[in-house]
């Protein structure tokens, strides 16, 4: 089993399918910005038995970062665990995201 890297359009038609999100960011860049729905799991902290806490429904995940190389990298260490679950995720990050006039959310104060 392998991951698929997603462009942005497949990313949220795969997501508007359920797929859980998952940003492997740190969390003062979760705060600037993030998708809608997100769960924050840092890379540091990224493992299958985590992600299977997280999803017990077993659910397709999406996983990003900033600009696709720490979500690679997740994406990885996931298939290297033998996680079972479908695996993507968004190759040009949430920079792409956003370049593409995609929504996120801000937790921080103007």
């Given at each position: 089993m392998d991951y698929?890297?997603?462009?942005?359009?497949?990313?949220?038609?795969?997501?508007?399918?359920g797929a859980l999100i998952i940003d492997v960011r740190e969390k003062h860049e979760y705060e600037q910005a993030h998708l809608e729905g997100a769960i924050l799991v840092p890379l540091s902290d990224i493992s299958a038995e985590k992600i299977n806490k997280l999803n017990p429904e077993n659910k397709d995940?999406?996983?990003?970062?900033r600009s696709?190389?720490?979500?690679?990298?997740?994406?990885?260490?996931?298939?290297?665990?033998?996680?079972?679950?479908?695996?993507?995720?968004?190759g040009d990050g949430i920079i792409?995201?956003?370049e593409s006039n995609q929504s996120v959310i801000s937790e921080q104060e103007n």
């Open positions: 698929t890297t997603l462009s942005i359009k497949d990313s949220v038609q795969i997501i508007n399918q995940i999406i996983i990003h970062c696709g190389k720490r979500s690679k990298v997740a994406a990885s260490i996931l298939i290297g665990q033998n996680y079972q679950g479908k695996v993507y995720e968004i792409g995201w956003i």
